[in-house]
């Protein structure tokens, strides 16, 4: 089966094309066509749209999560969701966070420190990951973030700068934009990764200023192709936004008097002493608009589609306004619209690796692997071009098709299945039996047929009339005595090709999910559902 392309029409164009590059641009497809924008959904949410909900706006919910916001008012999830985001804690931090480096020491002790770093990494990303798995939306947001802010290890190197930098995300994630924004341009692995730390008034760093202008808050040119800066706003923000040094006995961000600029500064027409402060304050005041449909269309491509809608982003730009930058309303208000449970808007993005992996262990519901084994996870989300601390760049992840290609796919279904092969990580083991029993009644006398059904619904967003099931054996057994049940025979075909793909052979009428072998069974069928194309999207 060339899985790829027997994907249904409605979802090609969210794979490459066989050869394509990862590297080359590839069109974006039209916005979604529906007229519904953000007024509340109000209508209760059924099992999928809930799924949904989860899927975009953590990393995927339980099945105890998906079945209990299943009924409820979107906007009533929401809040829960967000809810609990809010009161989401920091992790404790390492053992290492406050061992500085021992620049008075022997040869020998720099490079014990320099060779901890790798190790302290790894834990970090395991820390991430797992709480990834166990937590929601904060975690979700930290990694949307990641990839806005972006800064890379290779540079900063040092992982107590990575420590402090997934500080800063975890703090401001659900906050307000602006002070998140002044936040992350004194974080210190932002210092050092876009030079900040060297920018002085004799010789003011341009790196950070067009960087905050063209991919932190405004792009270079607003929704009519109007430029929203000209270069000598980025060479005088530049001189606004010197003074601060990194010290490197504590790797704390340090502003010095004597290296910032304290003479008048033109930025957008207004001429004052800017400081760094007073820089995002012009910034926020001169450009709100741009700001917020900028920022509006980011949040749009990563939790809604990969095309921005103009009518939908306008809104959620308007939003943002309104509530003076603060990212919580604006969550609230797509999570809840009638736009983001529009049919072609679910099943209809790609999930990133991160997603994919955190969100397989977040669908059984039943722990996380040990801090030991995310080393392989890790290693696995690498070969996929996701390397958690270290993007290709300051842009982030492109994202899109470069997630899935010829090459990629085949590699995310081995992946997927060593994840689900018993002994993989240890002592730690996934239980297809147990979300079966959350699913189904194992009493019904039409379980048989339910099991596969409800499945299938769980683990994929697409509709299951739209999946390409190949050549599933036929029943086994003696028909002629146990037939078909009607109901099953005159139902949706996807019913009986599912039913048949789960019984592999075995009679249907001697099914019962207490028999030996049930375990193996189920776990095979997830298998085979996580190894179809539709899988991989969300």
Not at 211 to 230: Q, S
Not at 279 to 301: C, D, G, N, W
Request: with cysteine.
């Amino acid at each position: 089966m060339d899985s790829i392309f027997e994907t249904p029409q409605r979802f090609r164009h969210l794979f490459k094309e066989r050869g394509a590059k990862s590297s080359e641009k590839t069109a974006l497809p039209p916005p979604v066509q529906t007229t519904a924008g953000l007024e509340p959904y109000d209508q209760p949410l059924s099992f999928r749209e809930s799924a949904h909900l989860f899927r975009r706006a953590t990393f995927g919910g339980s099945v105890e999560q998906v079945k209990e916001a299943t009924g409820q008012l979107a906007s009533r999830v929401t809040q829960q969701i967000i809810q609990e985001g809010l009161e989401r804690s920091a992790p404790d931090p390492p053992s290492w966070h406050e061992e500085w480096p021992p620049w008075a020491g022997t040869q020998a002790d720099k490079q014990a420190y320099f060779d901890k770093q790798f190790g302290w990494a790894a834990e970090l990303v395991a820390v991430w990951m797992t709480r990834m798995v166990t937590g929601g939306l904060r975690d979700r947001m930290m990694l949307f973030w990641h990839d806005h802010f972006a800064t890379e290890r290779d540079t900063y190197f040092y992982s107590i700068l990575a420590y402090k930098y997934l500080s800063t995300l975890h703090q401001h994630a659900l906050g307000n934009f602006r002070d998140f924004t002044i936040a992350v341009g004194i974080d210190p692995s932002m210092l050092v990764y876009l030079d900040g730390r060297l920018s002085t008034r004799q010789n003011p760093n341009e790196n950070y200023a067009r960087e905050l202008l063209e991919l932190f808050t405004m792009g270079e040119f607003d929704r009519h192709g109007n430029p929203n800066y000209t270069q000598t706003d980025i060479v005088e923000l530049s001189r606004a936004l010197t003074g601060y040094e990194l010290n490197y006995t504590y790797f704390t961000a340090r502003l010095t008097q004597v290296r910032r600029d304290n003479k008048e500064k033109t930025i957008f027409g207004r001429t004052e002493k800017f400081d760094f402060g007073g820089a995002h304050r012009v910034l926020f005041e001169e450009r709100p608009t741009q700001i917020a449909y900028f920022m509006a269309s980011k949040l749009y491509t990563e939790f809604v589609y990969v095309t921005p809608h103009e009518a939908v982003v306008e809104e959620l730009a308007q939003c943002f306004i309104d509530h003076d930058f603060e990212i919580v309303p604006v969550l609230e208000a797509l999570f809840s619209s009638q736009h983001f449970y529009s049919e072609e808007v679910i099943g209809a993005q790609i999930k990133s690796p991160a997603a994919l992996f955190t969100g397989l262990f977040r669908a059984f519901g039943q722990g996380v692997p040990e801090r030991s084994s995310w080393n392989r996870i890790r290693w696995w989300m690498e070969q996929q071009s996701q390397r958690l601390l270290d993007p290709p760049n300051v842009a982030g992840w492109p994202g899109y098709r470069t997630w899935i290609s010829t090459s990629s796919l085949p590699q995310r279904w081995s992946n997927l299945t060593m994840a689900l092969w018993p002994g993989q990580f240890g002592s730690f083991k996934v239980n297809a039996v147990s979300i079966t029993r959350k699913l189904v009644d194992s009493n019904d006398p039409m379980a048989v047929f339910k099991v596969p059904v409800a499945l299938a619904e769980f683990f994929l967003a697409v509709p299951l009339e739209s999946i390409v099931i190949d050549a599933p054996p036929e029943f086994a057994g003696d028909l002629m005595v146990n037939p078909i049940p009607d109901e099953v025979q005159n139902g949706p075909d996807y019913v009986l090709d599912l039913t048949r793909v789960f019984l592999r052979g075995f009679p249907w009428y001697s099914w019962d999910l207490n028999r030996q072998g049930i375990a193996y069974q189920t776990m095979e069928y997830v298998r085979w559902l996580v190894g179809l194309p539709e899988y991989q999207l969300m």
